[in-house]
C-alpha cells in the first residue's frame, strides 16, 4: 500500500491514526538475519530484493555528516538498498515531520530529539522497536545498555519505540583568556552559582557607549527548542515544574516568576548581555562565542571539529574550558540533558520497517569510530565507548559527562513545539519588549493550555 494513501491531509486525525494503529501492530519478525550484538554491524543483507528508503535528520556540523557517512557506507555494502537521505535545522525537523504525516510525504524513518517522542507516540506515529533485530537478546538489555535519560523518553509499555544516538547535557565554556585579562582564576573563580556567573560576566563585558564590544555571558536566542532548553533547569532549580498532574500548565507560579527573573538577570540586572546582538545561526548557536564576541556560552558539548573551524587560535592555544553549569545554589547545578533517536514511521510496510532496524543498527555499531567524527557528543549507549583512552583523555571530558549524568529532562508533553514557542516569546516579552515576567509567563501558560486542549479534542 502506498505511503500516501496512509495518511489524511489532517495532521493525527482519523486516517492517520487508522493507518499507524495498524503499522504498529504489525509484528516484526523474522526475515531479516538476528545478530549476536550491537557492537558489530551485521553481516548478512537484510534483502535480496531492491528497497528504497527515505531518512531524514537534523544538521548539526559533527553529528549530520557521521550519519551520512554510515548511510552511505551501508548502501556501498548493500548495494540493492537505496536511501533518500535529507535534512532539516534543528529547530524545524520536528515541525517538517508533523507536516510530512500531515500531507503523506513522512519518511520512512527518521532522527528525533528525545523531547519529541510523546508528541509521535500519543499519535501512534512511530513504530515499536524490535531488540533482537538491533542486536540485544532481550528488551531488558537493551535497557541496561543506555543512559536513563533514553530510557525515560523512549521505552513505553514494555516496547522500545527509538534507538539512541546522541544524549548529552549542556555547559558553561568560557574564555579563559579573556578571564586572565580582566584578573579572573579560570580555576579558582568558576561561577558556581548564577549570581557568581552574573558578577564574573558583568566584569568580562566590554562596552564603547551603549554598544556591546564584549557580552559576558551570552544566552541563545536565535530558536525556541534552545530558548527552553536553557530556561528548563532554571525553572526546576528554582523549585517549579512545567505542568501540574492535572496537566495544567503551571509555569506562571512564583518559582516560575524567579525563574524568569533569574534568566533576564544578565542582561537586565548585570548588564552583560544584549539579547538582541548575535551572530548564532541553527547550526552553530555558540557562533558569539567562538568569534570571541562574548566570553561564555551555555552550549551542548564543543571539541577540536567545532572550534577550529571557526577560531583556530583557540583551538590551537587552548584558551577554552568547560564548566558546569551554574545553579540557584552551588548544590543545584544542572542543565537539561537530551539526546536523539532513530525511530520508524508506523505506516512505513513492514518489511521497510525491518531493513531500517537493520541498518540503524549499522549505523551505531562502531562507537569508536562514532567518537572520532563527533566527540565531544556523547553517546547514550553505556557500552562500547567510555573506556577507550581517546575518551577518558578528551578535553573537558569530566564537566561533559557529569553533565550529561545530573542532567535534567525537558518535559515531556505531547504539545513540544507549542510550549517551546510560547516559552520563547515569553523570553523575549521580557528581555526585548520590558514586559513583566509574571505578565508575560501567564500569557505562555495560557498559550500551553489552550494547546493541550486541542491536543486532547483532536
Not at 538582541?276 to 564576541?293: C, F, N, Q, V
Amino acid at each position: 500500500m502506498d505511503k500516501s494513501k496512509k495518511a489524511s491531509s489532517l495532521f493525527s486525525r482519523r486516517d492517520v491514526l487508522r493507518g499507524a494503529a495498524i503499522g504498529a501492530a504489525a509484528a516484526l519478525a523474522s526475515s531479516v538475519p538476528r545478530a549476536g550484538s550491537a557492537q558489530s554491524p551485521p553481516a548478512k543483507a537484510p534483502t535480496k530484493v531492491p528497497m528504497k528508503l527515505t531518512f531524514w535528520t537534523w544538521e548539526n556540523p559533527q553529528q549530520r555528516p557521521y550519519q551520512h557517512k554510515r548511510i552511505q557506507q551501508y548502501m556501498q555494502q548493500f548495494p540493492n538498498i537505496s536511501v533518500e537521505f535529507q535534512y532539516f535545522t534543528f529547530g524545524d525537523l520536528g515541525k517538517k515531520v508533523t507536516v510530512g504525516y500531515a500531507t503523506g510525504t513522512a519518511p520512512d524513518g527518521f532522527a528525533t530529539g528525545d523531547w519529541l517522542m510523546p508528541t509521535w507516540l500519543a499519535r501512534n506515529l512511530i513504530a515499536p522497536m524490535d531488540p533482537v533485530l538491533l542486536g540485544y537478546p532481550s528488551l531488558d538489555a537493551f535497557r541496561n545498555d543506555h543512559a536513563d535519560a533514553f530510557v525515560a523518553g523512549s521505552i513505553f509499555d514494555g516496547k522500545a519505540y527509538g534507538y539512541p544516538l546522541w544524549f548529552y547535557g549542556l555547559q558553561n565554556y568560557v574564555n579563559t583568556k579573556q578571564f586572565k585579562e580582566v584578573g579572573i582564576d579560570p580555576v579558582k573563580d568558576e561561577p558556581k552559582t548564577w549570581e557568581e556567573l552574573g558578577e564574573v560576566a558583568k566584569r568580562l563585558t566590554i562596552k564603547k557607549g551603549n554598544k556591546f564590544e564584549r557580552q559576558g555571558f551570552k544566552f541563545a536566542m536565535h530558536a525556541a527548542q534552545w530558548t527552553t532548553m536553557q530556561f528548563n533547569p532554571i525553572l526546576i532549580q528554582a523549585g517549579g515544574q512545567w505542568f501540574d498532574q492535572s496537566g495544567k500548565c503551571t509555569i506562571n507560579n512564583a518559582a516560575g516568576v524567579k525563574a524568569m527573573e533569574i534568566r533576564a538577570s544578565i542582561a537586565k540586572k548585570y548588564g552583560a548581555e544584549d539579547p538582541a546582538d548575535s551572530l548564532a545561526t541553527p547550526p552553530i548557536p555558540w557562533m558569539d562565542w567562538l568569534r570571541e564576541r562574548c566570553s561564555m556560552f551555555s552550549s551542548v558539548p564543543l571539541g577540536s571539529a567545532a572550534i577550529k573551524p571557526i577560531n583556530p587560535a583557540m583551538e590551537s592555544e587552548g584558551y577554552y574550558k568547560a564548566y558546569l553549569m551554574p545553579g540557584i545554589t552551588a548544590d543545584k547545578r544542572f542543565s537539561t540533558c537530551y539526546g536523539f533517536n532513530l525511530v520508524i514511521n508506523s505506516q512505513a510496510p513492514k518489511e521497510k520497517q525491518e531493513v531500517l532496524h537493520h541498518m540503524y543498527r549499522y549505523i551505531m555499531s562502531d562507537l569508536i569510530d562514532c567518537w572520532r567524527a563527533t566527540a565531544p557528543f556523547t553517546l547514550a549507549r553505556k557500552s562500547g565507548w567510555t573506556d577507550h583512552p581517546e575518551v577518558k583523555n578528551a578535553p573537558n571530558i569530566d564537566a561533559i559527562i557529569k553533565s550529561k549524568d545530573t542532567g535534567v529532562f525537558l518535559p515531556r508533553t505531547p504539545v513540544w513545539n507549542e510550549l517551546a514557542d510560547a516559552t520563547h516569546r515569553a523570553i523575549q516579552k521580557v528581555l526585548l519588549d520590558n514586559v513583566a515576567p509574571q505578565r508575560a509567563l501567564d500569557e505562555a501558560a495560557a498559550e500551553i493550555n489552550r494547546a493541550t486542549a486541542d491536543f486532547k479534542k483532536s
